[in-house]
């Protein structure tokens, strides 16, 4: 493709996107494709020649935004949404443009130094301690996922622990990692990775109540873990847990971990960059004191397309002294004199992307006013819909929302617990095909709640309202059915 047909493709890329933008409230929010639909659009085998883009473009409409959910649609209430905006489309595809692989900083110096300035910005903004900053001992990096983050950790935490021998001569004696039963999957998924095993995963109680991690807990298995003669590697605190935004709490961790000598990974995956706004930043109490590492993900409520998760260390140490490997063929330089970072040290892969870029853009385009503008947003939206289900006999909500998410279900008068729950996930699924909106479900106090996320940067009170319409009309058809 030469520069004059990749601007003209380009312009028509950008009008296709926009256009979708435009009219993306008229597609079903989740997608009616069946498994198998995709595919069968596609032919069985590559092309032989080159053909024009234009094919391409067609078939986006024909064949791939069928089995499109729409994950930036303003009736999108899933999971935890998964932001994009046009600042952060715009930043990625300069990343795309300039095609470059930052492994080290030799390898293009802007995509070292611009994730580094990023970083230390979006530390400022959140309000993150100054020991996280790339000026000290620590340091912030984007990673892939806060999976991939919590790995890094996981290995860096289990550098510390043991001085290295793990990653030198593989784990010789029992390590353990604690987490609670409302921790993200990931950790249990590092822990296998890194060799502490699942089994050595210990989970601490949770406050019935909150769904906290009960610190008198974590307490007592660690000293209990020491005793037998096993080494605790790790602790995670959740803040804004993905079932129900629950918020461990990171000073009474803290404390405790301090008290053991062991690692403190704070996953607020989700919540995190809440603390844009200063009101909210109390869900960050105890980080400052008490994290050794910490991640939130802009690429989930704040406007940034996947992937784009912040991770920060107070000691770059660990984390350097883990995943550093310097085969000849890295070798240079600028590495050798010790002034610049390699991100590839700080990471599990070897090449990364140039993500800095649509961070930076999103920073710029909205200032620090236009990001607390979108999180009040959704936590006032949040708080107008809680305050209607709390209000409507019919439904339990099960806590006012700390932050943009809002967890309920019918009250299925006449039915019992098993009953109630098949009745509300038969709920859900009944919305979801509507394609008028869409909602996940968890589980909390033994029953299943529905959880409406809020966080497109579209959704606007009446798309709350009309979701919320939708949700009453199709709770009181359902109980017709069964009368
Ligand atoms: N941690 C928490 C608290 C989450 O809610 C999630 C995803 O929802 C994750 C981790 C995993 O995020 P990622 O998809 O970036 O790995």
């Not at 939708?470 to 058809?477: L, Q, W």
């Amino acid at each position: 493709m030469t520069p004059d047909e990749f601007r003209r493709y380009g312009k028509q890329v950008i009008d296709w996107i926009a256009d979708y933008q435009e009219k993306i409230e008229s597609y079903p929010v989740l997608s009616q494709a069946r498994p198998g639909d995709v595919l069968a659009n596609l032919p069985a085998h590559p092309p032989e020649q080159g053909e024009g883009f234009e094919g391409v473009l067609a078939d986006m409409d024909r064949v791939v935004m069928p089995g499109i959910t729409h994950w930036q649609h303003p009736d999108f209430f899933a999971y935890f949404p998964s932001g994009a905006s046009g600042p952060s489309i715009l930043g990625d595809l300069l990343s795309a443009g300039l095609g470059v692989q930052g492994m080290l900083w030799a390898t293009s110096p802007a995509c070292t130094e611009l994730e580094t300035r990023v970083l230390d910005w979006f530390a400022e903004l959140l309000g993150l301690p100054e020991r996280f900053r790339s000026d000290g001992p620590g340091g912030g990096v984007i990673q892939d996922s806060a999976s991939g983050a919590a790995l890094a950790a996981v290995v860096a935490a289990l550098h510390r622990a043991d001085g290295g021998a793990a990653g030198r001569d593989g784990i010789a004696r029992r390590h353990t990692l604690y987490v609670s039963s409302q921790t993200h999957s990931s950790l249990e998924k590092a822990a296998r990775i890194a060799g502490i095993g699942a089994v050595n995963v210990r989970v601490v109680d949770v406050d019935p109540a909150t769904l906290a991690m009960d610190p008198a807990h974590l307490d007592a298995l660690l000293a209990e873990d020491a005793a037998a003669g096993a080494l605790p590697v790790m602790v995670c605190a959740t803040i804004g847990t993905t079932s129900t935004t629950a918020v461990d709490a990171v000073p009474a961790i803290g404390e405790v971990c301090r008290r053991h000598g062991v690692w403190l990974h704070v996953d607020a995956a989700y919540a995190g960059v809440a603390a844009v706004c200063p009101e909210l930043r109390g869900i960050n109490d105890g980080v400052a004191e008490y994290a050794d590492s910490y991640v939130t993900n802009p690429h989930k409520w704040l406007l940034t397309n996947f992937d784009c998760t912040t991770m920060w260390v107070a000691d770059r140490e660990p984390l350097v002294g883990a995943l550093s490997i310097l085969p000849e063929y890295l070798r240079n330089q600028a590495s050798a004199s010790g002034e610049v970072i390699d991100y590839r040290d700080w990471q599990i892969s070897l090449g990364r992307r140039f993500r800095a870029l649509k961070l930076w853009s999103v920073i710029r385009w909205y200032g620090a006013e236009g990001l607390r503008e979108h999180v009040r947003t959704g936590v006032r939206l949040a708080a107008g819909l809680a305050s209607r289900i709390a209000a409507d006999p019919a439904f339990a909500l099960l806590e006012e929302p700390k932050l943009s998410l809002v967890c309920f279900r019918p009250r299925w008068d006449g039915l019992d617990g098993a009953e109630a729950d098949a009745a509300t996930l038969r709920l859900m699924e009944r919305l979801n095909a509507s394609g008028d909106l869409y909602l996940t479900h968890t589980k909390a106090g033994g029953r299943v709640l529905l959880r409406v996320a809020i966080g497109a940067a579209g959704t606007t009170g009446a798309h709350v309202d009309a979701a919320w319409r939708r949700i009453r009309e199709e709770t009181a058809a359902l109980a017709a059915e069964r009368t």
